[in-house]
């Protein structure tokens, strides 16, 4: 089968590659419809951190091929969500509704996850299975149904964990594919006021389709005097930290009002802060990996199938699995919001 | 009228000064029935902060002596509780609940509490008005209604920021008089399982009278450990640090499972932390200054009263007033949990 790898910094390249096979009695074998590129894989293209895997894609959709011998919840030609980690669902995590940092396994994590076929661990909880087949859907729904893996959960992640809600104001700081599913996440939350910091206009836009009432293009100090502004001088009510680096973090501590929560999801780069001023202003700082299968199994995949969310529209360009050295290079360069992968 | 003054380092002496009068139209002139010394005043007294005030007390309950032209909730002879903070209750944090943290004014901190008389400050929404007169209380509740100026609303903040609910399993770091109202609190809101980590079996003994259902005796690690084993691996729903110190904070990062809050109540003196681990659990880290005014007219004066919570037990001495450098020297050398002061 085909298989991407990420040779060196900035050049991924397909090899052919044995197909995967079952190893452990919890294993499932997909045959991938869609896959994607996710911001994080960027972090290992531009060689800024190092990967354990030489694949770092952990984003998919696909039809089920094979199963271990103890799975009962799915079955030969079903076709399933693939949460990029892979919680047991019952340790005192997944109970919590935190099934990214499930108790139970070490190995939760998906990666090899742009190929052509994808072995899946722990799949008996963590799969979601889709109605009918993915022919029965529009490929703008196979968007958003791709959505489900990562990107549209982790957004989710970040209103859920600054719990917004129903009339509150949220400021979403980055317009990354992450920041405008926080946005889709914070409107479906009931949020009445959402200002997304923005610096492109294509992401601006899509983020007020998705519900923005307020974009902010400053920078910096600049765009917290702004938010303040929005706010009345208030501050907001929840701030959605969505790029993982330290200036997003300092300038969400400062646009919030005094209670409320800071929800992170992109990953962590620089981390040392100073937890007097959050004390200061009794501001929560809360935020982690997304619990993909919860959100899925219980809001998500419900609001896509109904089409009260589009999360799908974050892919501005699809790619032949074939050119997905040019997925990586147009996201990479900001030709494209995300980069969906087809087969 | 006499007050206290910190001379210098473990050096308290009481002078004769004037009486305190009314400086703005939302001023209230109290005249003191009980005060106290608070954990925070012992920071000064050891000289580890350098203080703003002559006299860091901020803990009383008295009776209104004068008003100021615009105070319309109270009036000469009432009986009120003095919290330690005086918000407006009408601006974005206020309405929150988070009234320690009042955006109306930046004057809104006692201080001077440790004398015959009081000026304080934005009254109207702030005092917390007691039924009936000081002579209509045994000791007892009086002891339980001086708590309410800062002990056990501040206990109280930890539980409600660390989101403790029903059922919940809690660490209580701490078993200072912070530490041992928050078993308080914890147990009001419906945990079921309360480990309080203390290290001396007075504070234990009271801890378990509270509330806790399990005493943590061994420090660092090892209390980890043991609040591990205890959860039978899962770790803590919530963690509340109620000492304001590094260590306290590194174990509650350690002893929490997946997803919980942290609720931090102790001034802050160590804060460079890593936040990259608090991502990797989903931790949150909450806390900050109580909101005392909310929490004694929403829940815990008529705890108080109807005798389902008992915090004055703290206060394991009594002093006249004119024994402060006593009081202040007992608490410092722990012979006393709590020092209490009567006029």
């Known amino acids: 089968m085909k298989k991407a790898f990420l040779v060196k910094k900035g050049d991924i390249e397909i090899r052919d590659v044995d197909k995967p096979t079952l190893q452990k009695d919890d294993d499932v074998i997909l045959k991938l419809v869609r896959a994607s590129v996710c911001g994080s894989d960027l972090w290992f293209y531009r060689g800024i951190d190092s990967s354990s895997s030489d694949n770092s894609g952990h984003e998919c959709i696909g039809i089920v091929e094979e199963t271990g011998s103890v799975i009962t919840t799915v079955k030969k030609g079903d076709f399933v969500i693939a949460p990029f980690t892979h919680g047991c669902g019952h340790c005192a995590a997944c109970r919590a509704g935190f099934d990214g940092n499930c108790q139970s396994y070490q190995d939760?994590?998906?990666?090899?996850?742009?190929?052509?076929?994808?072995?899946?661990?722990?799949?008996?909880?963590?799969?979601?299975?889709?109605?009918?087949?993915?022919?029965?859907?529009?490929?703008?729904?196979?968007?958003?149904?791709?959505?489900?893996?990562?990107?549209?959960?982790?957004?989710?992640?970040?209103?859920?964990?600054?719990?917004?809600?129903?009339?509150?104001?949220?400021?979403?700081?980055?317009?990354?594919?992450?920041?405008?599913?926080?946005?889709?996440?914070?409107?479906?939350?009931?949020a009445k006021q959402i200002i997304l910091l923005s610096h492109h206009e294509d992401r601006a836009q899509l983020g007020r389709e998705f519900g923005a009432t307020d974009i902010v293009e400053e920078r910096g100090d600049d765009a917290v005097k702004k938010v303040m502004a929005l706010t009345h001088g208030d501050g907001v009510d929840a701030a959605l930290e969505c790029v993982g680096a330290r200036q997003p973090m300092e300038q969400a501590l400062q646009m919030v009002r005094p209670g409320a929560t800071i929800g992170r999801v992109g990953v962590p780069h620089d981390e040392q802060f100073d937890l007097g001023v959050s004390w200061a202003n009794n501001t929560s700082i809360a935020g982690g990996?997304?619990?993909?299968?919860?959100?899925?199994?219980?809001?998500?995949?419900?609001?896509?199938?109904?089409?009260?969310?589009?999360?799908?529209?974050?892919?501005?360009?699809?790619?032949?699995?074939?050119?997905?050295?040019q997925a990586y290079a147009d996201m990479d360069q900001r030709k494209t919001i995300k980069s969906l992968l087809t087969f």
């Not at 022919?135 to 959960?153: F, H, I």
């Not at 990996?289 to 360009?317: C, Q, R, S, W």
């Open 108 to 190: 939760i994590w998906s990666s090899d996850c742009q190929a052509e076929y994808v072995r899946y661990q722990h799949a008996q909880w963590a799969l979601v299975k889709v109605p009918g087949q993915p022919e029965d859907y529009s490929d703008g729904m196979l968007a958003s149904l791709q959505t489900l893996s990562d990107v549209m959960p982790t957004g989710y992640h970040a209103a859920r964990t600054a719990n917004v809600q129903q009339g509150d104001t949220v400021a979403v700081i980055g317009d990354g594919a992450v920041g405008l599913c926080a946005v889709i996440a914070v409107k479906l939350r009931g």
């Open 289 to 325: 990996t997304a619990a993909v299968t919860t959100y899925d199994k219980g809001v998500l995949l419900k609001a896509v199938l109904d089409g009260e969310i589009n999360p799908g529209k974050v892919f501005t360009k699809s790619y032949k699995f074939d050119d997905v050295a």
